[in-house]
């Protein structure tokens, strides 16, 4: 089992930034993907951005050129710094591990982030 604590969340104005944090502990693994997700009321939930353990990244089309995921594979955490925030980012966002042995996915309690002035 991989456990997932997620911290940063919060209410941040229109434009404003926010840095989301996740740390993950428990049986994980060298070689790994972390990342974020997202999920606003009444839409399914949809990727953010990933980062694997070699720092490849992959990011959903509205998260390009705003989100960065980025992560300190001796900690095992994953950070996502979100900038020029806009009231659509408005959702709970949960933090992603994928366990290659067995093939397994993890995932954070949600954080929630709020987006209005």
């Known amino acids: 089992q991989v456990q997932l604590v997620e911290s940063g969340g919060g209410l941040v104005q229109p434009g404003g930034s926010l840095r989301l944090n996740c740390a993950a502990s428990?049986?994980?693994?060298?070689?790994?993907?972390m990342g974020w997700y997202r999920q606003a009321p009444g839409k399914q939930r949809e990727l953010v951005g990933t980062?694997?353990?070699?720092?490849?990244?992959n990011y959903g089309d509205f998260a390009k050129g705003r989100f960065t995921a980025s992560r300190d594979n001796a900690k095992n955490t994953v950070y996502l710094q979100m900038n020029n925030l806009k009231p659509d980012d408005t959702a709970v966002y949960y933090c992603?591990?994928?366990?290659?042995?067995?093939?397994?996915?993890?995932w954070g309690q949600g954080t929630q982030v709020t987006v209005s002035s």
């Open positions: 992603y591990y994928w366990h290659p042995i067995p093939p397994t996915p993890y």
């Open positions: 428990g049986s994980t693994f060298t070689i790994n993907t």
């Open positions: 980062i694997t353990s070699g720092g490849t990244t």
